[in-house]
């Protein structure tokens, strides 16, 4: 296996009394796709937040290149090369669907406050090819829509697909994905099982969040099982499948929800059990 | 690229061009305002109609109105009748500055306005540069003199002649210790800050100093530190919106001493919110007015049937300033700005208010005619 | 000695008229995130509206607490009525408009008032006609006035009704529950607009009962009378922590103590320096206000 | 494409309610221009033709001239005098847009850099017999620090605190002037000389040097908020997290929009000092503060068009009034109330389409 990017160890954060990531410790290896499961409040989304900075890690530590990054602000830690998505959209609504890539090229654009008031030289090539990139990352994630107008106005399936345009353009070595297809349908589920092979394609390490199995078990290299913040399992998706321990973990979950989706997972996974993908 | 650059230069250029040509236009000489005719003597008055000292803006224009429409009973000057043009100043130096502006280029002969000092301050040079002569009737800060523009007069007496008449009181009331307390605005700082001068001079100690901020209610920080002081003698300088609720709350607390107000808080009103009971006794100083001096009442009369309502402050300077253009204009034979200021530093002995009038080299009265008043049953007399 | 305990009671005598303005901004924030800018008016208003009571029924009222008392319910029928008048007409429409827009219909609102008082009116001061009694208590060495008592008492009746009300009854529970989350109230069949309606009238009932209060003890009034209070009680809710009811008390009496030392040993043209010095410093260490809670950002 | 966008029109009415319904943003009303979408059907010819001019690049040449040429129309002492001022204000209006419209942070004590500036020119000149514009630097300087000094503690603040924060900063600004000696006191400082009069009578020649300088500031703040620093202040007055993950440091964009906004409030507190010859607190306190955020508010948050005009609207409205008394601002206020019911995304709101660029450039990609 290639290079370790991404070393998680022994991290935790809490909230009042509860634990949301216990010691919490995984890898990611440099361009891998990896998925993060675990039933509802498992501390999936807790942990994504911990890695990128928007939670302040109350033990533990986050290596990323080989750089100690725990507890750095979120914007540093996304220079430093993660990018990511958010589990409900977080688009920068009234502004257009090119503005809203550009914000991932932000930290590359070079242009100070006097060549944006006197549009000088320099300005308009950082301008220009901001566009002409921008173009490209949504030709890249598919995006049809018109870019000129507010993103707000667009269909859901798309403000999707232009937050992955532009957490690419961030052009990171790892893409964090929150859920992404929640909310979608099968055919736009399929479009975006191609999208992340793709991504995967350019190198880019993608650590996946999703409760869609089917999705999970199809494009995973690798899948790490959460319950109550803690890791229990570990491996291939035909090694998790078969995992008691996982198995146990869904069906032990109080949550109602957890129940429903353990019977789901059980039956999307079952032997000759067909995933919503391929369906 | 080349489309704004072209854009802005052409926009330059232009710019450039207008600026030329305005040299040889009417863009180059005095800012003076048309239309001035010599069939009436335009006169305008700045005062504040709207904002906290929007009480006194009527009273003001009350006062001046009455002396226009008597002059011109009396067929105005030199068969010229008067005319009066009210702006807004709110005390707010922006909008008394606008006012300034509107009332010159509404082609005004002589300026007979000014409250707040603050305010008044931006109007000098406007007026200045329309070559208009300024009698100012309430505004009296010394700040309004340094610049010895030759066209501004002061009529109010200024802070430091009241400053001398109050301590000079204080001095012969026997006080142990004095306590000062203005508003924090410039006309009452201008005040305490003298009287404490003076004070020093004549070896009375000053026990203390407060601000207090204007139109608020509660005093009680300041009237803890006057208990505290051990002062006998208070010396407060600000309004009498505020005026009146210090001695309410000082005699509330306690405090057995003398007051004394300045001339900002000359007004019935004073001993309305003070309470009769508290009012008793309270010393003031203030110029000379209709209602202290021999004769006066008659006038009192005139306005209230008038006006329907009592004068208040600075309802007898904006009378007298606007009867001392008159006779300025009348000495000086014209309107032209120059002459008239010429013939207001020539006047002499004419009679105001406050006593006869001469005006000393800084422009200010030569007689502050300052008085000292106390309060008996509802209303302000003269102290004997 | 007698000295400190002085400068307490003035504090807490001034900290109780902040603390029944206060009360109606934070609750006012508290249940649709608006600062209503025009809250310190409502104040005046009351006060005017009192005053034109006094004024219509001189004969009638006499002097004397009971006096105050219906003079007090009166004026505090009318600014809540004005406050409920001012949500439906100026704040409603804007519910779902960017809070800025409503925060410059809040400023309008408030020139409006001052400004109609000021027509209505006129722009001089007026004097209420209604004596307190000038009797003095000593307490440990510090002096303290009858009428002082009496509305610190006042204050102090009103606050503990209005927290009775928040706490035990139905409306105000759906306050609360409004406060925490109105999308979940109006799913649950809650009338989050009569509910609103309410808290407009209670909040601005008590600033005018506040207005009343201070032309009764001060004995004058004017139409800008609202505005430093207005900001005095807003500071005061923050300090609290806006949005918390007990927490706006607490402030307004932290601000009126504040206030009155920092007079005493700073000077009084200094006080207010002092008070938004301490309120920003304070901010930076608390951001969420003495008893504010802890908002847990959800990523 | 082209299928999808039709369809997209047939729904527009229903994405208006909801957009108003929702947020009620800046974008509805002129929110489809330059547009693919024939998003425009419901609107007026009126409208259209407005939002046509609006888009056009002469716009702002064109009101540039004509502000310049205002002298050859008017020049009479009084027309001068409330022409500068509102182009002073425009210009405040102009500096607090940044702060509030393009990052929406809300400052209410915007009148504080105001003073700052027009306290340190005013100092310089008139006690140390510095020349005007020699004051510039050090007013530029000085309205830094007074936003890192306010900045600093309170960014990090939420908006709601951030409000009164700035407000008290204002009010601490003001009383300060009110209080100390160096400042003249309550009386404040007097006698402050213009930038000459260049052979001109001296009211107009300040009139084209504050033209010309304000018709710049337009320029650049609005060229500012169109370059990557002016999106980085939208990213955060959309999403401060999402533009976190984006590696944008908010904090950091956050100050410089408030070092923005400082540095034009100094500057146009040097012109006002100019134009006044007198300073003093009461110019500076947090009515003006209010006012100035209302021409941004009133015109349209983010839009300089927008705020320009909410700026002449504000500051010339009560000089309309003037003479009506106390009845002027119980009609302003009952006027601004209108208006923000009928209109909340302002007069003139900001466009949403892509910034206006030259023909000649053509970009890659599809759309």
Known sequence: MSKVLLDVRDMAVQFGGVRAVDGLTFRVHEGEVLSVIGPNGAGKTSAFNCITGFYKPSAGSVTFGGVRVTGRRPAVIAASGIARTFQNLRLFGDLTVLDNVRAGMHVRIRQNFLDAMLHTPRYWRGEDAATAEA????????????????????????????????????????????????????????????????????????????????????????????????????????????????????????DEEAHVEAERIAAETGPGGTTEVQR | MTHIRRGTTAVAAMALGLTLTACGGDLTGDASGGGKSSATLKLGMLTPLTGSSAAIGPYMKDGAQLAVDEINAKGGVDGRKLSLTVEDEACDPKTAAAGAAKLVSAGIDVSVGGYCSSATLPTLSIFDKAHIPMIIPAANSADLLTQQRHNVFLINGTGIQQAETASKFIKAEGSKGVALIDDNTSYSTDITKRTGDQLGLLGVKVAGHQSVTAGESDYSGAVNAVMDSKADFVYWTGYYQEGGLLIKQLR???????????????????????????????????????????????????????FGSEPGPYSTQAYDAVRVAAEAVRKAGSTDGRAVTKALEQIDGFKIFSGPLKFTIQHTLTVGGFDILVVKDDAFVLNK | MDHFIQLVFSGLFVGSFYALVALGYSMVYGIIKLLNFAHGDLYMVGAFAGFTVLSAGAGVLGGGLLALLAVMLVAMAATGGLGVLLERVAYRPLRSAPRLSVLITAVGASFALEYGIAVAFGPNPEVYQMGVSDGTLNVLGARLTYAQLAMTAIAVVLMITLDTLVRRTRTGRAMRAISQDPKACLLMGVNVDRVISRTFFLGSALAGAAGVMAGVYYGKIDFLMGFVIGLKAFTAAVIGGIGNLRGAVLGAVVLGLLESFSVAYIGSEWRDVFAFGFLILFLTVRPTGLLGERVTERV | MNDESTLRAGEEPLAYAGAVEERGPANVALGGRGVATPAASGRTTAGRALSGVLASRWLGPCVALAALALPYLNSSTYVIQIAVDALIFVMLAVGLNIVVGYCGLLDLGYAAFFAIGAYTSGLLSTRFGWPLLATIPVVVAAAVLGGLLIGGPTLRLRSDYLAIVTLGFGEI???????????????????????????????????????????????????????????????????????????????????????????????????????????????????????????????????????????????????????????????????????????????LPARTGEARRRGRRVRGGAS
């Open chain 1, 135 to 254: 173009h490209r990352w949504l030709d890249f994630v598919g995006m049809e829509h018109d870019r000129t107008a507010p993103i707000r106005n667009l269909p859901y399936g798309e403000q999707r697909r232009v937050e992955i345009a532009r957490a690419l353009a961030r052009e990171p070595r790892m893409l964090l994905l929150d859920e992404p297809a929640a909310g979608l349908n099968h055919g736009e589920k399929a479009r975006l099982l191609d999208l992340m092979r793709r991504i995967a394609g350019l190198g880019i390490a993608v650590v996946l969040i999703e409760h869609d199995m089917g999705l999970v078990m199809e494009v995973s290299e690798r899948i790490v099982v959460l319950s109550h913040g803690k890791e229990i399992a570990e491996g291939t998706p035909a090694a998790v499948r078969s995992d008691p321990a996982v198995i146990e973990a869904y069906l032990g979950a109080e």
């Open chain 2, 252 to 306: 509330a607390a306690g405090y057995k001493g003398r007051v004394m107000v300045a001339d900002g808080s000359v007004d019935g009103k004073l001993i309305k919110i003070a309470g009769q009971k508290n009012a008793q006794g309270v010393f003031a100083t203030m110029t000379q007015t209709p209602q202290t001096i021999p004769g006066g009442q008659g006038w009192v009369a005139k306005y209230k049937a008038k």
């Open chain 4, 173 to 347: 600004i003001r009383i300060t002037a009110n209080n100390l000696d160096v400042t003249g006191g309550p009386n404040g400082l007097y006698g402050i000389p213009g930038f000459g009069d260049f052979g001109l009578r001296s009211d107009i020649a300040l009139y084209w040097v504050t033209a010309v300088v304000v018709c710049l500031a337009v320029l650049f703040a609005g060229r500012l908020g169109r370059g990557r620093l002016g999106r980085a202040w939208r990213f955060v007055r959309e999403d401060e997290d999402a533009a976190e993950a984006m590696g944008i440091h908010t904090y950091k964009v956050k100050f410089a929009a408030y070092i923005a906004g400082a540095v034009f409030g100094g500057i146009a507190g040097v012109l006002f000092a100019a134009h006044q010859t007198a300073i003093s607190p009461p110019s500076f306190n947090f009515l003006w503060s209010a006012l100035i955020l209302m021409a941004v508010v009133l015109g349209g948050m983010g839009s300089t068009p927008g705020v320009v005009t909410g700026a002449l609207a504000i500051s010339l409205l009560p000089e309309l009034l003037r003479g009506a008394e106390n009845w002027r601002y119980l009609i302003f206020g009952l006027l601004l109330i209108a208006v923000m019911i009928f209109r909340p995304q302002g007069l």
